[in-house]
């Protein structure tokens, strides 16, 4: 028995799945007394529980579709969209310490007890809800498109106008094949050029589903938000542990599965392009090492620092330790799992890279072809478990930010009991919001490259709140002021505007490139006499296609018409607007490089405004109120509440307590030398950075 192409083990497999996580929700309720109860699990998670809420928090189901998808699309350079972070776990050593350090229950709070502005604290809650509402968004849009993809409708289900929509998507991807490989008849290209239009604005696509949008999110929303408005973080913990083991588990399971039908590592192989395989890029993409160093910084050292989740995520464990453990080794199992799920996505590509029309489907494709009743029961389950352990911690800190920021101001001197009802409905909104978000999104790789524009926007004056005594306040307003008009405002809504949408000067496109690379021979290249067989590699030579500048897509207004101007799709990249402007020849750059011009702007900056502002200007009246901030940073956390507060009143009462653990005395830099649990830490994740990635490095070699 069958329902919208689900076996019914299936079906009670998933059903269970839900029942499960309600119950623990219900039963978490007895357990939350106060907001720091609900917000921070009473800051009493151990280190088990604190690895099993770092993995699950960052890790999603989005990501491992996200990471599939780019795999499928640019091969391995993609994937670094999501390993990236691997390069950076010594920082984060660091950075989880800072966080339980200063004992505050959220971001925006750094803001008042570093400037005593309320102001600048709500700002930052409502452009840290925003942010993170939009990350929700991505996973709510990969929870449906997966489960979009495996629930396909027989060609006998297709109307007429589904049908021709299939049909004209086939007739694309076999004419964009020939254009690539310069094979394509002259008389056919006009008719490549109307369907790449079509395929541009998903007119058309490979297959039709059964699954509606609005009856997925109500049923996937209303699951979620049960049992995370129950509980709050309490009960995200212990359903973190059990969706931590989901994630493992569907992470890898379709790895043999793919390999057994591809007649092993030879098999695969034998389909694979050479570009595809380039650990750090190829130079045909857009990820190069040095688009990808440039991401990290942008998205991973700077925004990650300014992150809404850094309270919950660091600030619920017991101490220290705990944190800095259960950040580091989550974090890292995060990066084994992303070098899974890129496998799966290069295993897609041998399998189904002539079925697939949109790479965010990859993994649903695959999972539908590869894997029996019961089988597709657990992964539906581990998608959900993925995307639900990460929205309902992302859901927690942000009603955290809603209510001490935006709504407490105005509802003072309420009960503990009050403020937590009052989370609990700003969480409902949250997720509600989340799915608008996620139906008026647009390409999820798209959304993933635009982040680190957005995270710079208080990732940087966050790093330099942590460690410079000189930062000023009228700094940091003009610079959020002006990074959120160039990075967040105007890319969205100038698009709006016809003369920017269809402006020939930012509907440029760089111009055509042709590159030779080692490439499977196809029929084609069989009947011209280029190769002895299909499959066999040979040397070709491709056409890279022009690509957008400044928007994320340009294609005709009108499709049918190849006289109609053509018109921006998505954000404008105002980073490239801004290289062009400063002299910039970017019609003759390659993907790549637009890249790494956009993150380089997002990375300098911030800063560019931040410190010659900062050295001009002061902060009145805040000498004490720095002092005590900066003290508080250097005492270390005792995991017994009463000691530690004792401890710190020590420090309050002598702010110079610490002064001669500053590397640079006698400076308005507050950076401490290391102590043995630093060097070690930080020893340790190095050895792990390189053992990943060696260990990946040479499991490429041996295709």
């Not at 998507?169 to 008389?187: G, I, V």
């Not at 930012?506 to 196809?522: D, F, I, S, W, Y």
């Amino acid at each position: 028995m069958n329902i919208i192409g689900f076996n019914i083990i299936d079906i009670l497999i998933i059903v269970a799945y839900l029942v499960l996580i309600t119950y623990i929700g219900k039963r978490s309720t007895g357990k939350v007394k106060n907001q720091e109860d609900f917000f921070l699990a009473g800051r009493g998670v151990g280190k088990l529980f604190q690895f099993f809420l770092n993995m699950s928090t960052i890790t999603d189901a989005g990501q491992a579709v996200n990471t599939a998808a780019a795999a499928f699309s640019k091969g391995l350079g993609g994937v670094w969209l999501l390993l990236a972070p691997i390069l950076t776990g010594p920082y984060y050593w660091f950075l989880a310490g800072w966080f339980r350090r200063v004992r505050l229950v959220t971001m925006a709070e750094l803001f008042e007890e570093r400037f005593r502005s309320k102001f600048l604290a709500s700002i930052y809650a409502v452009v840290g809800i925003w942010l993170s509402v939009i990350n929700i968004g991505i996973a709510n849009k990969i929870s449906l498109r997966t489960f979009q993809a495996m629930t396909p409708k027989s060609e006998s289900k297709l109307t007429l106008e589904e049908k021709q929509h299939v049909a004209m998507f086939a007739e694309y991807r076999s004419l964009n094949s020939l254009y690539k490989a310069k094979q394509l008849e002259p008389e056919k290209i006009e008719r490549y050029k109307t369907l790449d239009s079509m395929y541009k604005k998903d007119q058309i696509g490979a297959y039709v589903s059964h699954t509606k949008t609005w009856w997925f999110y109500a049923i996937y929303i209303g699951s979620m938000g049960a049992y995370v408005i129950m509980g709050g973080l309490q009960a995200a913990v212990w359903n973190n542990m059990l969706q931590g083991i989901l994630i493992l588990i569907f992470s890898g399971m379709m790895i043999p599965i793919a390999l057994v039908k591809l007649g092993g590592w030879d098999g695969f192989s034998a389909k694979m392009p050479e570009h595809m395989l380039y650990l750090f890029g190829s130079g045909l993409t857009e990820f190069t090492i040095w688009s990808i160093a440039a991401y990290m910084i942008a998205n991973y050292v700077i925004g990650i620092t300014g992150h809404q989740g850094n309270m919950a995520n660091n600030g619920s464990a017991k101490d220290e330790l705990t944190a800095r453990t259960g950040n580091i080794s989550g974090s890292y199992m995060k990066r084994v799992l992303t070098i899974l799920w890129a496998m799966c996505g290069l295993l897609a590509f041998a399998l189904f890279s002539g079925s697939v029309s949109d790479p965010d489907t990859a993994w649903g494709v695959m999972s539908n072809n590869l894997l029996g009743p019961g089988l597709r029961g657990i992964m539906i389950a581990g998608i959900l478990a993925a995307n639900m352990s990460t929205v309902a911690g992302v859901s927690v800190y942000l009603s955290a930010l809603f209510v001490r920021h935006l709504y407490k101001p105005f509802a003072q001197n309420k009960s503990e009991h009050h403020y937590v009802n009052v989370s609990r409905v700003s969480i409902a909104g949250i997720l509600l919001l989340s799915v608008y978000v996620a139906v008026a999104s647009g390409g999820i790789l798209e959304i993933l490259k635009m982040l680190p524009s957005l995270n710079v926007i208080f990732g940087a004056p966050v790093m330099l709140l942590l460690f410079w005594k000189r930062l000023t306040l009228k700094a940091v307003y003009i610079q959020v002021i002006i990074c959120a008009l160039l990075f967040a405002i105007l890319p969205g809504l100038l698009p709006r505007f016809a003369p920017i949408n269809q402006s020939i000067w930012l509907t440029q496109q760089t111009n055509e490139l042709m590159v030779v690379q080692n490439a499977p021979a196809t029929e084609k290249d069989v009947e011209l006499g280029l190769a002895p067989e299909t499959g066999k590699k040979i040397r070709k030579e491709l056409i890279l296609p022009a690509r957008s500048i400044f928007f994320e897509k340009v294609a005709r207004s009108n499709p049918d018409d190849p006289n109609s101007p053509m018109a921006g799709i998505g954000r404008i990249n105002t980073e490239l607007v801004i290289a062009k402007v400063i002299g910039l020849d970017l019609q003759n750059m390659k993907p790549s490089h637009l890249l790494t011009i956009r993150y380089l702007v997002d990375i300098f900056l911030p800063f560019l405004i931040l410190i010659p502002i900062s050295l001009i200007t002061k902060n009145k009246g805040l000498d004490e109120n720095i002092a005590r901030f900066y003290v508080k940073m250097k005492t270390k956390v005792i995991a017994d509440p009463a000691l530690d507060k004792a401890e710190l009143e020590k420090s309050y009462a002598n702010p110079s307590r610490f002064d001669h653990l500053k590397l640079f005395p006698n400076s308005n830099w507050e950076f401490c030398k290391w102590n043995r649990e630093d060097t070690w830490g930080f020893l340790l994740s190095i050895a792990l950075t390189v053992g990943i990635l060696g260990a990946f490095w040479l499991i490429i070699q041996t295709l």
